[in-house]
């Protein structure tokens, strides 16, 4: 069984002007341990499809199954927990709260579970210590870089252990250096097994990914896999590369 | 989330807008504040008319003499003394449920006692005057019937007569004089404090009736023996109506009235006039209380609008926290638990300053000052009900909000 499956799964938006259909009758399967890049231009249906799997928003037709679960059948409160368990969400704007420090920030999804806090705190500190920011633990947003904003947001996601990461754009405000640590840091989840799926409009970023799906005007276009590029290995090259200015010389 | 951390991330999201949130639990205090004070400032104000009202005793009518017509000029009270003191013994033993009939003169005189003199209300009466007041004396003794029925030389002093005419001495025994007749000090009354009028009701010397007739007023006893009122109490408040009635009808009878004929006295029910200035009193109150009440809920309006701000200007965190799993619910309960905590800690303050107020203005006022428990658990009850009442309509829009749409928005 694969952990995301997708039958026939329409989003009509109904406006005063209309009705727009973002997202018509697709079907697709994402398994378990994948790391899939979802791309396509804006209006190209990417992000409903990100919504829908990520259960942050209802189909208007078809069947979704996360883990097994139909998801088209839960409450919202259901949604809630669904969202809660076995997804984590990584966005474009990290979105950490701003007055806490970034250990509390991390164990925002576990308060909600309703986990002590004991437990809490040493979940929150091995999450961020597997994203490399053990020292910086007690760092509120505004001390931190915008790449280690981002790699709080990660462990944040991390945290509950969920089934699937998934991920809005999420090197679109970094960057291109920082960017390919984080796209680094998301093959070495996903090579300890951690599930991922990153929405983005750069091809870039897709190169890393295992399996590519295009979206246009709804529909899939195309799905492919692929030799996912070695972030950790541009990293290496570009430090060792010489500079810019040497080249030209 | 347990309900204390919930309240430590009220505080802290209180905390990061310090100043704002200072501003709108100013609304809050100043409503608390205001409902305590007035309340206090207003049953401290019942509280002393009551007080008033008790000194001058239970169950009274006073009976004024004149209100005669001459030649179809209608003169009103006391222009004329039609009244004696043979109709106080009347009233008293004709009509049912009078418990005590004091005939009553009063004047004012310049009392000498050595160097000193002050100049104070002279009441002539009798025994039943301090029956109707429920007066008695503090030291001494009050008239003896011998002393009344001869109009003996002696005098029962207030306590600022004491104070005034003999200071740090002792008046018992002592001799002083009015209009040069010299009085022996037989008693001192106890302290009586100030009428419902703000009239000083310790300021005042008591004489035997006759003695006051011949030896101050100077009025021939054999041929005159009128008064200027007659102080009727009655057995209970019930009686006082009929009781009237009666003794407007003996009084008539014994004046000779016909029957086309206005009274020649007028009788005032003291119990009425009080309960009225009772009710007034708590009136008062009340529009005090309603007018307190007015600035409390505006103040709820301002915690209102305030959370209405912070659920706009928070709504991308809203989004996240739905994202990672908060139900509708947890995020209502963290709104209303932030407005209810706002609401909360202003109503601290507001009660803290609300009872300084009340003290001080009582002390200021000379009232008594009445801070009831229960006026303060009010005030905390209904300031914790104002954080949950206004903040429930910006918690429910907060909850309401749709996760994408939340998490897009700039």
């Known amino acids: ?249 | 989330m347990s309900l204390w951390e919930a309240i430590r991330s009220a505080l802290s999201a209180i905390g990061a807008n310090a100043l704002r949130s200072a501003l709108t639990m100013l609304g809050i205090i100043i409503g608390v504040a205001a409902v305590i004070a007035m309340v206090a400032i207003g049953s401290g104000a019942r509280e002393r008319v009551t007080g008033q009202i008790k000194s001058l005793g239970a169950n009274l009518a006073i009976i004024q003499s004149g209100n005669v017509t001459q030649g179809g000029v209608r003169l009103g009270a006391g222009a004329s003394s039609t009244l004696t003191d043979e109709d106080a013994r009347a009233v008293l033993a004709e009509v049912e449920n009078v418990t005590a009939a004091a005939p009553v003169i009063v004047t004012r005189a310049q009392a000498v006692y050595a160097g000193t003199n002050w100049s104070t209300q002279i009441t002539a009466t009798d025994l039943d005057f301090f029956t109707a007041r429920e007066w008695g004396v503090a030291e001494g003794r009050l008239f003896e019937p011998e002393e009344l029925r001869r109009g003996e030389i002696v005098a029962v002093i207030g306590q600022t007569v004491a104070k005034n005419l003999f200071g740090e001495q002792d008046p018992l025994d002592q001799m002083f004089r009015i209009r040069n007749v010299p009085f022996k000090v037989i008693g001192v009354m106890a302290p009586k404090g100030q009428s419902a009028l703000g009239q000083d009701q310790d300021d005042v010397i008591f004489v035997p009736l006759d003695t006051g007739r011949r030896r101050i007023i100077g009025r021939n006893y054999a041929r005159d023996r009128s008064v200027q009122t007659i102080m009727v109490k009655f057995a209970s408040e019930d009686a006082i109506a009929p009781g009237i009635a009666d003794t407007t009808a003996l009084l008539r009878q014994r004046h000779r009235l016909p029957e086309d004929q206005d009274d020649d006295f007028i009788v005032r029910n003291l119990t009425e006039i009080a309960n009225t200035a009772t009710a007034a009193a708590t009136t008062l109150s009340w529009l005090l209380a309603a007018v307190a009440a007015v600035s409390l809920l505006v103040g709820g309006i301002g915690i209102m609008n305030i959370m209405l701000v912070s659920v706009t200007e928070r709504t991308r965190e809203i989004g996240l926290r739905l994202a990672v799993g908060a139900r509708q619910r947890d995020v209502l309960a963290q709104f209303l638990i932030e407005a209810t905590t706002l609401a909360t800690i202003g109503g601290a303050v507001g009660i803290a300053l609300g009872v300084g107020a009340a003290l001080t203005i009582a002390r200021i006022a000379n009232w008594p000052s009445v801070i009831s428990i229960e006026t303060i658990l009010i005030a905390v009850g209904v300031s914790g009900m104002i954080g949950v009442f206004f903040g429930f309509y910006p918690a429910r829009q907060a909850a309401r909000l749709d996760p994408i749409e939340a998490l897009r928005r700039e």
């Open chain 1, 1 to 249: 069984m694969a952990l995301i499956e997708v039958h026939e799964l329409s989003r009509i938006y109904s406006l005063d002007s209309g009705s727009v259909i973002a997202l018509d009758r697709v079907s697709l399967e994402i398994e378990a341990g994948d790391l899939v890049a979802v791309m396509g231009p804006s209006g190209s249906g990417k992000s409903t499809f990100m919504n829908l799997i990520g259960c942050l928003d209802r189909p208007t037709g078809g069947h979704y199954r996360l883990d097994g679960v139909a998801v088209e059948t839960l409450s919202s409160d259901g949604l809630a927990e669904l969202r809660n368990r076995k997804l984590g969400f990584v966005f474009q704007q990290f979105n950490l709260l701003p007055r806490v420090d970034a250990c509390a920030n991390v164990e925002l999804p576990m308060v909600y579970a309703g986990r002590d806090r004991k437990i809490r705190r040493e979940k929150a500190l091995a999450a961020l210590g597997r994203v490399g920011l053990a020292e910086r633990a007690h760092h509120r947003p505004m001390q931190l870089s915008g790449g280690q904003q981002q790699r709080v947001a990660i462990a944040r996601a991390l945290v509950n252990e969920p089934r699937l990461l998934l991920a809005d754009e999420p090197t679109g405000a970094l960057d291109s250096r920082t960017a390919l640590e984080i796209l680094a840091l998301f093959q070495d989840l996903n090579h300890e097994g951690v599930t991922v799926v990153i929405v983005t409009h750069d091809a870039e970023v897709a190169r890393h990914a295992r399996r590519v799906i295009r979206f246009r005007d709804g529909h899939i276009l195309s799905d492919q896999r692929q030799e996912p590029a070695d972030a950790r290995a541009a990293l290496t090259a570009l430090d060792h590369a010489p500079p810019a200015a040497e080249v030209a010389a």
